[in-house]
C-alpha cells in the first residue's frame, strides 16, 4: 500500500470539497449563529441554511445577496468586513461557527481573524479557507492569495487557539477559540454575552463587550446594520428593506438570544 501524494490527490478532490466537510461539520455543532465572510454565489452558505438558526453572509459584492436563500433564518449584509465588525462593536452578538473566505491575502485573513474573534463562542470555530495551495501559483493573488501564511502568526496565540490545516487544495484551517482543553472546564458565556478579549493592537479589535438587558437593543442593532451597511443597495438581503427595521428578523433574533440570562 502507497503512502498518498497531496498533489495526486488534488487532482481527484474536487476544489469545492469543503462545501460538503463544512456542511457536515454544521450538522454535527447545529450552531445558533453563522457568519460567513464572502459569500461569491452562496452555495456553501445556502447548503448551511438546515443545520443553524440563523445565518449572516456579508459580502462587498451587491449581487452576492440574489444567490442566497430567502428564509426568516438568512440574513444578507452588503458590506466590507471591515463595517460590519465595526457595527458589532457597536452592538455585539455571538457567532458559533465562522467561515472567513473573503479576501485572501495574508493580512486581510488576519484583520477579519482578530476583528470577529471577540464575538465567537468559547470553543467556537473559525475556518479559513485557501490556506493550502497546491502549487506556487495558487499563491498568487488571483487565487489562493497568501492566506497560507496565516498560520504561522496564529501559532503565537496558542494560549487563545488551536487550529490544524487539512492539506489538500485549496486548503481549509479549522480554529477553536479556547482557554481549555474540555469546554466543560472553561468558564463560557452564552448567545447574549461577549468575553471581554484582548488581541494585537495591529488589528484594531476593541475589548469585547457584553450585550446589555435594554429593550432598545434591537432596534439599536437593526438600525446600526440597515444605515451603515445597506444605504448604497438600498436592501440587506432578500426581502428585507432597509427602511423597514421591524422586518429584519434574523439580527433581531441574534440580539435577543439569552436576553433573560444576564446576571
Given at each position: ?62 449581487e452576492a445577496g440574489t444567490f442566497m436563500v430567502q428564509s426568516e433564518k438568512t ?138 438587558n435594554d429593550p432598545e437593543l434591537l432596534t439599536s442593532l437593526k438600525k446600526a ?39
Open positions: 500500500m502507497t503512502s498518498g501524494n497531496t498533489n495526486e490527490q488534488c487532482a481527484v478532490v474536487p476544489e469545492n470539497w469543503h462545501e460538503s466537510f463544512i456542511e457536515r461539520l454544521a450538522s454535527v455543532l447545529k450552531p445558533v449563529v453563522y457568519l460567513e465572510l464572502g459569500l461569491y454565489h452562496c452555495d456553501l452558505f445556502n447548503r448551511i441554511i438546515p443545520h443553524a438558526q440563523t445565518l449572516i453572509g456579508v459580502d462587498i459584492n451587491e440574513s444578507f449584509v452588503y458590506s466590507t468586513t471591515d463595517e460590519f465588525a465595526e457595527s458589532l462593536r457597536a452592538n455585539p452578538g455571538i457567532i458559533d461557527l465562522l467561515f472567513i473566505d473573503a479576501n485572501h491575502s495574508k493580512d486581510s485573513v488576519l484583520k477579519d481573524f482578530w476583528n470577529f474573534f471577540p464575538f465567537v463562542a468559547s470553543h467556537g470555530i473559525i475556518l479559513l479557507h485557501d490556506t493550502h495551495p497546491k502549487n506556487p501559483t495558487y499563491s498568487d493573488a488571483g487565487y489562493c492569495g497568501d492566506a497560507y501564511l496565516v498560520a504561522g502568526e496564529l501559532a503565537k496565540h496558542a494560549d487563545k487557539i488551536e487550529f490544524m490545516t487539512i492539506p489538500i487544495h485549496p486548503g481549509l484551517t479549522i480554529c477553536r477559540k479556547r482557554t481549555s482543553q474540555l469546554s466543560w472546564q472553561q468558564q463560557t458565556h452564552d448567545h447574549n454575552d461577549v468575553v471581554p478579549c484582548k488581541e494585537p493592537a495591529s488589528h484594531g479589535v476593541a475589548a469585547g463587550r457584553s450585550v446589555v446594520c440597515y444605515t451603515q451597511h445597506d444605504v448604497r443597495a438600498g436592501w440587506i438581503g432578500p426581502g428585507y428593506p432597509y427602511t423597514d427595521v421591524s422586518e429584519f428578523k434574523p439580527l433581531a433574533r441574534w440580539a435577543a438570544l439569552g436576553a433573560a440570562r444576564l446576571p
